[in-house]
């Protein structure tokens, strides 16, 4: 839970490697292949699996003896896997990486090579590319759309065309980053309660108000694979789970009342209101209107949580949200408002959340 994890002293090496799973069998051998072959290498190899009953944990432990496996006990999200295996990690810096990522040779090099750079670098993401199309990025650099968002540079991009960031980025999307262990720490990791989906802009916002920053190493390269079942979304035409609204309609929320100023947050109640109400036509469009509301209804259950979760955050902060936020153009999935009619609607509604921000935005705490 946000706040709650404490630092504990080891021994410190160079870099350690935390790999999340659940029920994952089929990705770990890739992924921990490309582990191996890091030069220089890991000095330990973590899995942290949430309770699968894939065989993935008896897989590991029979075909890679070095890895060290922990067994969360159930199912209790990445954020909660990830933190666990930050705390058990012994050296400085942790790489965090998904089951379903694979590394190029030279990727670890690289991304310490960043960070050392930086000093003020609690975090630095690789960027992805996509495993079945290598020539287009997946997930790179990030910003924080004051709606609680993430906007994607290089969305879909071709790799040739993508642009390189010149400083630090807003924030970072959770599938292979490496971290500044005590920070990391510091700050509360992951906040396991939001199970999966913006668990990684919850952090990024907290890190930044915090005055830390975030870095993309665009010559760290991975590739990202198929995601987890019911929730990841690949490719034009694929299907929108209903748990993926649920989580969307509840999680946005959670991190907007856990990590907006309460300055920000009355001045842009009506925008936040108006996306609710986008998404709930949206639900209902894909036919999983009871999954929006079973969000929002899940959000009182919270109440008491996200109180506490914000005093941790809002006392750690000395950047405001007006430095923090933008309101560029909202990152959709390739073919859900591409053309057309729904293209329209989406450049118009672009449109009106950025003068809204352009407006008010100053103003915000």
Known sequence: MVGELRIHRYARAVTSAVVTNWNGRQYLAECLDSLRLQQPGFEEILLVDNHSDDGSREFVERHYPEVRVLDTGYNAGPGYARNMGVQAA?????????????????????LNTTMSAHPGAVAVQARSVCADDPATVHYDATDIHYLGLLVLHNWFQPLAEATM??????????LCFLVDRDRYLNSGGFNADLFILFEDTDLAWRLRMAGHEIYLDPGAVVLHGGGTKN??????GAAYPARRIFLHSRNRWLVLMT??????????????????????VFACVRLHPLAWLHGKLSLLFYLPRVWKWRQLAQAARCVPDRKLLLAGPLTLNPGLADSGLAGRMKAAMNLGFSCYFRLLGRFCG
């Open 90 to 110: 012994g050296c400085e810096r942790v790489l965090l990486i998904d089951n379903d990522v694979v590394m190029k040779p030279d990727c670890l090099a690289s």
């Open 231 to 236: 929730i990841s979304m690949r490719g034009p």
């Open 259 to 280: 990590c907006m100023h309460w300055r920000s947050l009355l001045l842009l109640a009506p925008a936040q209101l108006a996306y609710g109400c986008v998404q709930f």
């Open 165 to 174: 960031p010149s400083e630090s980025v807003g924030g970072l999307v959770a």
